[in-house]
C-alpha cells in the first residue's frame, strides 16, 4: 500500500505551503485568513505545560528609566515627551532554547525583555541580545525551536536537527554568525547589549511616521565567555547570570542600560538596498546612526521569583500611542503567538497578576469573567460595547497612522538571494578581529562536527558564500574537501539541498 505524505491541516485537508504565509505581498502583512499559520502558531503555544516554550529560564528585576534626550519630534508617547520624565520599569533576561533547569552559560540567544509602566498603558518592548533573528516568517518558528530543542526520539539534543534545519534555511546565516561566535556566550546578563530586532512604527500628534529600531547598549560594556570558558561555567555554576544580576543589585551595584534609536523615514526606506522590515537584517550604523534617548537602571530585586519573574508576561502587541507595529511578517505572527502562549500558561486573565497590570494608568474595557478575575471583574458597569450607561469609549485621536498595503492575498516566498550572504559576510570581515574569528570557528567545528557529513558540507557552503575565508577555514577545521564546498556554493540552493541529500 502506497503511503501518503502529504503534508496536511489537522483536520486530514492538504496543506499547500509551509514556508510562506499568507499576506498582501512582501513584507506583508499577513492575513488572518492564514488558518495554516493560526492552526501552527496556536498548537506550538501550548505544548509546554508549565514552563514557557522558550525562553523558560531567566531572571528579572524592576528599576526606572528616564529620559535624556528629546526626540519630541518623532513621537507623541507620553512616556518619552520631556526630558527627566520617569517610568517604571520591570525587565526580564533569558535563555532561550533550554529548559528551567539549564545552565546560563549555554550557547544560545538571550532574550532582552523590558515592560514601560507608563501613564498610558504598559509598553513592552520585547527583543534579544542580538540586532537580527534567524528566521522572518512566523510560520518557520514552531519548527526552527524543535530543532533547537530535543529529538522526540533519543530526547537529546542533536546536531543533525539542529545543522539539518540552518543548512535549509540560508536566511539564517547572519544570526548563526553572530550565535557561533563569543556574542553567543555572554558573560552576564549586566554585560550585554539589548535589540527590539525589529521594525517599529513611531508617529506623532499629526500622524507623521517614522521607522526605528530600538538599542539597549549595557553602561556596564561588553564581557563574553569563550567557548571553554562557557563550558567550564557550565560546570561550576549552572546559574551564574542569575545570581550576578540579584547579587549586584542586592549590594546596590545597580545595572544600566542606554536606549538608543535608529530613524528612518518611509522615503529613505523605499531606497535602502536592504528590505528594512526583514529581521535577518541590520541597517548599518553608519547609514542611520543611533541617538541617545533615555537610560534603564534595574534598582530592585523582586521579593518572590515566581510571582514576578515566572509570571512576568510581555507581549510585542502592548504599544502606547505614538510607537506601532511594522509589515514584518515575523513580528506580525509574534503579536498572536505571545498573548496567545500566555493565556495558555498563566490564563486568560494573565494581565491582572500584578507584574502584568498597569501600574500607572487603569485597565477598562469589556473583557468578562474566567478563570481569576481577581480585579473586580468591572463591577457594576456594563459588560458590552456600544452602552448608553458610561462604559468606557474608544478614542479615536490615538490611532496608529494609516500606511499603505495592497497585493494579491497569497503565500509570497522570500527569494534567496546574495543579498542573504552580504551583513554575514560583512560581519566576519569587519566587525570581528582575528581572535573573534578564530572562536568562531572552533565554536563551529566543535558543533558541526557532531552533524552528519552532507549537512556539514551543505552549511559550510553556505559560510563560504558569505566569505571564501570563512569557509575554507570551517572546512579545513572540519577535514572537508574545500574543492568540494566550493563547488556547492556556487550552485543554486535547491541544486545544494539535492546533491547533498
Same mark, same amino acid.
Given at each position: ?8 491541516? $489537522? ?29 501552527? #502558531?496556536? /498548537? ?7 514552563? !514557557? ?13 528616564? +529620559? ?45 525583555? +523590558? ?40 530526547? #537529546? ?16 546565516? /547572519? ?7 563569543? !556574542? ?25 511616521? +517614522? ?43 545597580? @545595572? ?9 523615514? @518611509? ?21 542611520? =546612526? ?29 504599544? +502606547? ?8 511578517? #515575523? ?7 505571545? =498573548?496567545?502562549? /500566555? ?12 507584574? $502584568?497590570? =498597569? ?22 458597569? @456594563? $459588560? ?7 462604559? @468606557? ?17 497569497? !503565500? ?49 557552503? #553556505?559560510?563560504?558564500?558569505?566569505? =571564501? ?11 572537508? $574537501? ?20
Amino acid at each position: 500500500m502506497k503511503r501518503d505524505k502529504r503534508f496536511t491541516f $489537522n483536520s486530514g485537508a492538504p496543506v499547500d505551503d509551509d514556508q510562506n504565509s499568507v499576506s498582501t505581498g512582501i513584507p506583508g502583512p499577513t492575513l488572518m485568513q492564514d488558518t495554516h499559520l493560526m492552526e501552527k #502558531l496556536a /498548537h506550538f503555544d501550548r505544548e509546554r505545560i508549565p514552563e !514557557r516554550v522558550v525562553h523558560a529560564k531567566g531572571a528579572g528585576a524592576f528599576g526606572v528609566f528616564e +529620559v535624556t534626550h528629546d526626540i519630541s519630534q518623532y513621537t507623541c508617547a507620553d512616556f518619552l515627551s520631556e526630558v527627566g520624565k520617569k517610568t517604571e520599569v520591570f525587565a526580564r533576561f533569558s535563555t532561550v532554547g533550554g529548559e528551567r533547569g539549564s545552565a546560563d552559560a549555554a550557547r544560545d540567544p538571550r532574550g532582552f525583555a +523590558v515592560k514601560f509602566y507608563t501613564e498610558e498603558g504598559n509598553y513592552d518592548l520585547v527583543g534579544n541580545n542580538t540586532p537580527i533573528f534567524f528566521i522572518r516568517d512566523a510560520i518557520k518558528f514552531p519548527d526552527f525551536i524543535h530543532t533547537q530543542k530535543r529529538n522526540p526520539k533519543t530526547n #537529546l539534543k542533536d546536531p543533525d536537527m539542529f545543522w539539518d534545519f540552518l543548512s535549509l534555511t540560508p536566511e539564517s546565516l /547572519h544570526q548563526t554568525t553572530i550565535l557561533f561566535s563569543d !556574542r553567543g556566550t555572554p558573560a552576564t546578563y549586566r554585560h550585554m547589549h539589548g535589540y527590539g530586532s525589529h521594525t517599529f512604527m513611531m508617529y506623532d500628534k499629526n500622524g507623521e511616521y +517614522v521607522w526605528v529600531k530600538f538599542h539597549w547598549r549595557s553602561e556596564q560594556g561588553i564581557k563574553n565567555l569563550t567557548g571553554p570558558e562557557a563550558e567550564k561555567m557550565t560546570g561550576d555554576d549552572p546559574d551564574h547570570a542569575t545570581r550576578d544580576l540579584y547579587q549586584a543589585i542586592e549590594k546596590g551595584d545597580y @545595572p544600566s542600560w542606554t536606549l538608543e534609536l535608529q530613524i528612518m523615514t @518611509p522615503e529613505e526606506a523605499e531606497r535602502y538596498p536592504y528590505d528594512i522590515f526583514d529581521i535577518t537584517k541590520v541597517w548599518f550604523h553608519g547609514d542611520y =546612526p543611533r541617538i541617545p534617548v533615555g537610560r534603564m537602571t534595574l534598582n530592585r530585586n523582586p521579593e518572590n521569583y515566581f510571582a514576578d519573574v515566572e509570571q512576568a508576561a510581555f507581549a510585542p502587541g502592548n504599544f +502606547v500611542p505614538g510607537i506601532g507595529p511594522s509589515p514584518d511578517k #515575523l513580528l506580525q505572527g509574534r503579536f498572536f503567538s505571545y =498573548p496567545d502562549t /500566555h493565556r495558555h500558561r498563566l490564563g486568560p486573565n494573565f494581565d491582572q497578576i500584578p507584574v $502584568n497590570a =498597569p501600574k500607572a494608568a487603569k485597565k477598562r474595557n469589556y473583557q468578562r469573567d474566567s478563570f481569576m478575575a481577581i480585579d473586580g471583574n468591572g463591577g457594576s458597569e @456594563p $459588560n458590552y460595547y456600544p452602552n448608553s450607561m458610561g462604559g @468606557p469609549e474608544p478614542d479615536q485621536s490615538t490611532a496608529i497612522p494609516p500606511i499603505d498595503v495592497s497585493g494579491m492575498a497569497a !503565500r509570497h516566498e522570500y527569494k534567496l538571494s546574495d543579498k542573504d550572504f552580504e551583513q554575514p559576510g560583512e560581519l566576519y570581515r569587519r566587525a570581528m578581529n582575528d581572535t573573534d574569528r578564530a572562536n568562531l570557528i572552533a565554536n563551529i567545528a566543535g558543533h558541526l562536527g557532531g552533524a552528519q557529513e552532507r549537512l556539514q558540507y551543505r552549511q559550510t557552503a #553556505l559560510f563560504f558564500k558569505a566569505d =571564501p575565508d570563512y569557509g575554507r577555514r570551517v572546512a579545513e577545521a572540519l577535514g572537508l $574537501n574545500q574543492k568540494r564546498v566550493e563547488e556547492l556554493a556556487k550552485m543554486t540552493q535547491e541544486e545544494r539541498v539535492q546533491a547533498t541529500s
